[in-house]
């Protein structure tokens, strides 16, 4: 219901011109509106020229960019297609809809044990010195499952990286970069502004979505790149399309208006959302905490709480509480190929429930600990 108004933003007696000019219900703008790059280039912190604003799926971008890779290349090197015994970084516990990107095209999946820093940059270093590994996925801030944000290093590291591949490439997700719970939010250092610093800025892709600012299946993508970089990606995008939905385009610039109008937003969201995370913490620290049967993170932001529970036991954890009624992320999905070697990590998604109805699954769930 916060992002209703949106709906009557446009009707069959509304301006339909960009800034430009451009009529948006024609052809036209393949890189989006300019109002809708210069929100998105606030939001990414990267400059509004670097973008390319998508349909409505930022997962859609980043599965068409590792496409792109597959059948064309980056950086004039040979398709990844043609390359044999690829692999790409994993760092987990992390976001099972990457993974099962790589996995479709046929990577070996490598995985990256996650600190309290962000991805564990000893094993990250390491990995990239076999010309085979050609990226890596990352959800910089709150990421996905642990909340977590990296570090202030660990993101100068990624922008000093010399992998061996010229074309290997980080794939930076801000999926949470605006999704602040608290009042003392994490900061994201710029992986932009660093990898300017270094030298090194076609190291990277950037991508974002409105989906959890606005409607998660109707809302707006973009993605931003060096210039390099961009120019693979447009000759693909060239052959693929004439153009994303401008009038969806429209309808959240005149609703969101610019970053202002999106941290209102999401201060909106944080109202209805922080008091779930706070019942599920409550939960959490009143029946487990002192009893060494589990950890859990306690984000800042984001959409998740990540517990590990002791060794062996995930699965069974998981098993339990669907007896019960309580249904939970599979355990296992949160690492590569769906294989948790510990069988210990759970993702909590506190978002959806009502509280009452969260404090009575998470009853179920710290039994079922």
Known sequence: RLSAAMLDALNSSSDYRASTGDDCRNYG?????????RLFADMMEVDEKNVIVGGNSSLNMMFDTVSCGMTHGFAGCRPWGKQEHLRFLCPAPGYDRHFAITEYFGFDLITIPMTPEGPDMDAVEQ??????????????KYQNPTGITFSDETVRRFARLKPAAK???????????????????DHLLSLWDECRR???QELAFYFASTSKIT??????????AAEGNL???????????????????LRHVAFLKNIDGVLAQMARHRALIAPKFRAVLAKLDSQLSGKGVAEWTRPRGGYFISVDVMPGCARRVVSLCAGAGVKLTGAGATFPYGKDPRDSNIRIAPTFPPVEELEQAMDLFCISV
Not at 167 to 185: G, K, Q
Not at 232 to 249: A, C, E, M, S, V
Request: glycine share 8%.
């Open 29 to 37: 703008l393949p890189d989006g509106l300019p109002e809708m790059r």
């Open 127 to 140: 990995a990239v010195k076999d010309p085979a590994v050609k990226g890596i996925w990352c959800v910089p």
């Open 167 to 185: 074309d290997f490439r980080i794939f930076w997700d801000n999926a949470y970069c605006v999704h602040d719970l608290t009042d003392t939010p």
């Open 198 to 200: 270094a030298g090194s």
């Open 215 to 224: 409607f998660p299946g109707a809302g707006v993508a973009a993605m931003a």
């Open 231 to 249: 120019r693979d990606i447009r000759k693909h995008y060239f052959y693929q399309t004439i153009g994303p939905d401008k009038l969806n385009q």
